[in-house]
DNA sequence: CGAGGCCTTGACCGCGGTCAATGCCCGTGG
DNA sequence: CCACGGGCATTGACCGCGGTCAAGGCCTCG
């Protein structure tokens, strides 16, 4: 995974001054006080967030309860990627967890940057294929760990999240309830 | 996600003509035998497999056990996506159920043409995201749907994996054991 | 100081995994 | 042509992980 940091990194490196001029001219920033919401259910999602400071969750309702599904930080993309790419009403909610600064970017502006330059929507491929990536192996972690382990990994990987984020929604991304998770650290601090 | 294959399908029918030849020219054609793999473990993933006729399978080995990810019937790319995008070695097999045709793209080639092609690159790009999208929903399914539920659903929108594939494949496929699934479609045929 | 959020802990139980026996279908060779 | 063996599916017995429900503890903030 990191070596796909490392390609996008490269590949911004790599970026016209123009441009990186055009996107700044689709680019605003804007704060989102903790508590709310960047993007809620219903509503369909016309922008990407780029995480400029604060941390945000990304969640989902069902049968009432919270499955957070990402957690975003600096330097972070935030988006509901299916209302997005197909703007359609989002089934999820982007929530600041504490108070965000971000850069936003307009859908249909970027769509139009990613006809007519290849560095952008090779740019775009590179992000999605890091997505992809990510997707692929919490798919594999969710069939071949138990909770406990899938727990054990993200305490090495993602300390932040581990520090940060409450339980019950670490819980949630991890697949448990929140009170399998309250045991699982017992057992594991014993 | 039908929206999806139409946007992909559009983009295909606007192609260039020269854009068409030039990946035709880095394409060639293939038998695999049933039984053959396209993909072994341990081999980096240097090609993508268009498939003309046949199906295929691609699974891992996880403690001695096959997990089947995906099934590819006429018209889908079999790829390992991990191996193909970081040029690393695979964890996964991809394994012809029948006799196969497939057009196969070298992965050098085709990214070479991706970055001169803007045409090519948004087809690209259009693939990843249809599969990040198909990933996002089997992960959302594993979470909220219960092993019949999963059965059902496949039943529903999948007809011919259920009746091409054996009940082991399909088992691991759907993240069960294939006692567990043999027990669910007797149930469900009562 | 009281209320509401959040976490912890206990009791209970069901889904689905494992192990093992049995059945069934089919290809192969005697 | 039948007998045997291997691969795949079915079925039963058992049990453990993790979910649910419910009670209780602990902060924080008004």
Chains 1, 2 share one sequence.
Request: glycine share 4%; proline share 2%.
């Amino acid at each position: 995974m990191e070596r796909y940091f490392k390609k996008i990194e490269e590949h911004l490196a790599s970026l016209d001054p123009e441009t990186l001029s055009r996107l700044n001219d689709i680019s605003s920033e804007r704060i989102y006080p903790k508590g709310s919401f960047l993007l809620e259910a219903g509503n369909i999602c016309r922008h990407s967030f780029f995480m400029l400071e604060g941390t945000a969750r990304k969640y989902s309702l069902h049968d009432g309860k919270e499955i957070t599904t990402e957690f975003y930080f600096k330097d972070d993309i935030a988006v509901s990627f299916r209302s997005y790419g197909l703007q359609i009403p989002s089934e999820e909610y982007i929530e600041a967890v504490e108070d965000c600064k971000v850069s936003i970017t307009d859908y249909y502006q970027y769509e139009a940057l990613k006809k007519e330059s290849l560095q952008i929507a090779t740019l775009d491929l590179l992000i999605m294929e890091y997505y992809a990536l990510w997707l692929e192996e919490k798919l594999y972690q969710q069939r071949t760990m138990d909770a406990t382990e899938r727990y054990v990994s993200l305490l090495n990987k993602n300390t932040e999240i581990i520090q940060q984020m409450k339980v019950g929604h670490i819980a949630s991304y991890l697949g448990v309830s929140f009170e399998t998770l309250s045991r699982i650290r017992k057992r594991l601090s014993a």
